[in-house]
DNA sequence: TTAATAACCTACTATTCCGATAGGTTAATA
DNA sequence: TATTAACCTATCGGAATAGTAGGTTATTAA
């Protein structure tokens, strides 16, 4: 399950990348059109900048504004921060991976061997979407 | 994440399809084999047994057993079963379907339409590995 | 018929984490 | 100098996870 931190952070970016204009976007004024509670909000913005994906800019007329071009944000890196771990097992985790204390042996367990599929399949998705691609509306007729 | 219960109910069902013979297999035998608390695993063999996939013995000489070909049994009904619904969010799930209280449009959420191709490739893959497919070590050369 | 076995059931609990709240501090602008 | 908005620290209730404990029922074998 996708926490809301990440779910909420997901959606601030989305929300500052769809501004026409270059101008920082205040915290209040995401929360309040994506109903998010402001103080949790503003703890994960926090995050987002000191992970590079964003800068600030404090007082009158301040927010928060993309440091990068949004085609260059992969989902993977965003969720990697947000989330931790993309792979639903630590010991699939390409980087998180820690030892399951289980375990004997990774080779012959089951449940290693489906999740590194899903890991795979799930890595793909998210690695082939960046920002810019799913702040667009909807895929309109080709 | 993957819940330990899920991760213990598929090395259960794993070790039952890997028994030699169709006896009924004792929870201790599991539990210690493959390092999980005993009485732990008993709650969760039991709820394996209300959902179909296996048949319980009473007394001794007793057990678990399948009820039905290991080829029949899709990682998508287990999961679902021991871990609830396969999405990362709710309001993509075609099982446990949620709307989300803070969302007003689906259809331009940013994490919706990712979320949706996220749990397209999963259940793809879950929905292709049975437990035959997961039981077999490794995959020898061809 | 009795003892042993192993599934089954109910209840409780410790720990962790999530989502949020509260209240104040710093820096930039008007 | 006042206002604004990011920033920081601390705290907290509730839910879920992963287990523990202790007993009951049904089946088998002696």
Redesign the interface.
């Known amino acids: ?2 926490s809301k931190k990440t ?1 909420y952070g ?2 601030a970016l ?1 929300y500052i990348a769809r501004q026409p204009s270059k101008k920082p976007v205040q915290t209040a004024e995401i929360a309040e059109n ?3 509670s402001h103080k949790f909000l503003e703890s994960i913005m926090v995050q987002l900048r000191k992970s590079g994906f964003l800068g600030a800019k404090k007082g009158k007329g301040g927010g928060y504004y993309l440091i990068k071009d949004p085609a260059e944000i992969r ?1 993977t890196a965003v969720i990697r921060i947000l989330e931790g ?1 993309i792979a ?2 630590p010991c699939v985790s390409l980087n998180y991976y820690e030892k399951c ?4 042996d990774e ?5 290693h ?3 590194i ?2 890991r795979d ?2 890595l ?3 690695g082939n ?1 960046t920002l810019a691609d ?2 667009k ?2 895929e309109e007729g080709s």
């Open positions: 399950m996708l779910k997901i959606k989305t994506e109903n998010i989902m771990p639903m097992v204390d289980d375990c004997k080779e012959t367990c089951s449940v061997q489906l999740m599929q899903v399949s799930t793909k998705v998210l979407n799913i702040t509306d909807k």
